[in-house]
């Protein structure tokens, strides 16, 4: 009866368990994708190599080839609803459409720039981020563009607004520019790096994100002040960030690698995915979340990524599975651990959603990282827990869910 009863567990964790991000195949073709973006939670649009364009109307389930009319890469793609929206790419191309992609037009600038990031606030107002330190601005839906010279040479990244007239730009060598009077003019912020800086992502005027590949800088104070942290290993290196909240984010980079922080950028943890195996090689390119659990990420051969949990690995209820009957909190895996190690929870099945902490704290009761904040439901989970960037030592880790609170230890030996 032992035997049967373990048998049966196992079984049902190996079915239950779900992948934290799943691969989605196939897509209709093979070519990389360089940006991905939802106008709402149903309907979007992928965009890459050789004029590549494809698009989902039933929330990502099946995707569709649209006809772009070129075969030059395309960068950057924005909507602001479901039937208008742009393209940026090479060669000073911008591609518009009104009836949600079922016909595109295309609007060539005349100086043939590099266009990387294009940006919309309403149907008549839109910048496009260029090479040689040139912003382009349109105020009649993309029909014409006003050219600006914002820096003397440097490559512009990312363009990011908030509203019409507060926003920002990044660029090689640290750049970072901000406006409040949408465009008309643009004062230098100090990142305090000379390091390109790639995709800049606000939640409102004041908490902002830039990637610069191996670390992240965090703003609270919209941009005057900008704090650096590391995303851990030294082996990852981003591409894309997206945010939810002030505290809830993802980057997504090299190899396919997505990590996720709970504490808005201070910590960050790595993510599964069903990548390995299914022959994925280099970067994801482009994240997108229409909420705070269902996201898209978007890179090489044409892959797509989609996670319906936030990321977080579960095991779920089920007819023939053995249901946590109380909270608990498990003993870390492995420990002493170097630089990864794994957090299991439990929430009983008498609770029907409740609001979750997970933290890490050093031997001082400096909180350094933040796990889990969100509400969950009844379920077993796990998280991993990267510490690439803690020196060697004692910490304790700490889960808060209603009245239960638990503290165990954790040591870190590098």
Known sequence: ??????????????SASNAQWNLLDPVPQNNCLYSVFFADNVNGWAVGRSGTIINTSDRGANWLEQTSGITSNLNSVNFINSNMGWIAGEFGRILRTSNGGINWKLYQHHRYLSLHSIFFTSEMTG???????????????????????VDTYRVLRSVYFIDSFKGWITGDGGLILKTTDGGANWITQTSGTI???????FIDEYSGWVNVRTKILRTTDGGTNWTEYLYGGSSYSMSSIYFTDESIGWAGGSMGTILKTSDGGRSWFEQTSQLSGNGFQGDLFSLYFVNAVEGWGVGNSGQMLKTTNGGLTSIEEDDNSFPPLEFTLSQNYPNPFNPSTTIKYSIPTVIDVVNVTLKVYDILGNEVATLVNQNQKAGNYEVKFNASNLASGIYFYRIQSGSFIQTKKLMLLK
């Not at 390091?195 to 992502?201: P, Q, Y």
């Open 1 to 14: 009866m032992k035997y049967i009863y373990t048998l049966l567990l196992i079984l049902f964790v190996a």
């Open 195 to 201: 390091s390109g800086l790639g995709e800049i992502f």
């Open 127 to 149: 910048w496009v981020a260029c090479e040689g330190g040139i912003l382009l601005k349109t105020t009649n839906g993309g029909i014409e563009w006003l050219e600006q010279q």
